[in-house]
């Protein structure tokens, strides 16, 4: 289920363009923290300004109360299967194909004090992630997607462009992320595989609850296996 009206959905290409933009600067500015950040800060502008222009905003994100017990339920469920999935891809098939994950042990997320990132950082975490990702980028590429003017009779193979574009593009942008490549380094290819399948998830249910969910689940068993093994 998709919002048919909607106003300046348009506005979710601008963090894929920042994020873009981030790549073809020159290599010692893209070290900045703050360079790094760039594109979640125009995502959450972006968003920000989408909200002032449009209503009835939380179904639009899939955040209706009536499905949060169902979708948390179900998100446990689905972040237990990835959490085991990519630790196991982390812990064992990385270092056997030459990646050192020791690297882990110094991100920003590692030199956070346990109880301040468990449970409730990782959720906030999640909670903006999703709400940024999947919630207003792909959602509002779908809706984007779904008003270019097409044909009056599209076919299967138009339709189905229409939903694999925005999904790709929402995961590429997640994974591609500035902050998340220079954080993960060559694990944050993983976030592509993680962005379809929140992405699917998200249109499949139109339920953010569930996404989120699924990450701050995913997350919280990654890191503390991950955590164990590495101090």
């Known amino acids: 289920m998709i919002p048919q009206k909607e106003r300046a959905a348009g506005l979710a290409f601008l963090p894929i363009f920042t994020t873009i933009g981030f790549y073809l600067l020159p290599a010692n500015w893209q070290l900045h923290i703050p360079v790094q950040f760039a594109p979640q800060l125009v995502a959450y502008g972006a968003l920000s300004?989408?909200?002032?222009?449009?209503?009835?905003?939380?179904?639009?994100?899939?955040?209706?109360?009536?499905?949060?017990?169902?979708?948390?339920?179900?998100?446990?469920?689905?972040?237990?299967?990835?959490?085991?999935?990519?630790?196991?891809?982390?812990?064992?098939?990385?270092?056997?194909?030459?990646?050192?994950?020791?690297?882990?042990?110094?991100?920003?997320?590692?030199?956070?004090?346990?109880?301040?990132?468990?449970?409730?950082?990782?959720?906030?975490i999640a909670m903006g992630v999703e709400l940024n990702f999947r919630g207003f980028l792909l959602g509002r590429l779908l809706v984007w997607f779904q008003h270019v003017r097409q044909p009056d009779h599209p076919s299967t193979t138009t339709i189905r462009l229409r939903t694999?574009?925005?999904?790709?593009?929402?995961?590429?942008?997640?994974?591609?992320?500035?902050?998340?490549?220079?954080?993960?380094r060559e694990l944050h290819w993983i976030a592509v595989w993680d962005g379809l399948v929140w992405g699917w998830l998200w249109m499949r249910m139109h339920n953010l609850y569930t996404v989120i969910a699924a990450h701050a689940v995913e997350v919280i068993l990654l890191y503390l296996i991950v955590r164990e093994i590495l101090i």
């Open 164 to 184: 694999f574009v925005p999904l790709s593009l929402s995961a590429l942008t997640f994974s591609f992320d500035p902050f998340m490549v220079s954080t993960f």
């Open 49 to 124: 300004a989408w909200a002032y222009k449009n209503g009835n905003l939380l179904p639009k994100l899939g955040l209706g109360f009536n499905t949060i017990q169902s979708g948390v339920t179900r998100g446990i469920v689905i972040g237990l299967t990835l959490g085991i999935l990519n630790t196991g891809i982390i812990v064992f098939v990385m270092p056997a194909l030459g990646v050192d994950i020791h690297f882990l042990s110094q991100t920003p997320h590692a030199q956070v004090p346990f109880w301040f990132m468990m449970p409730w950082f990782i959720i906030l």
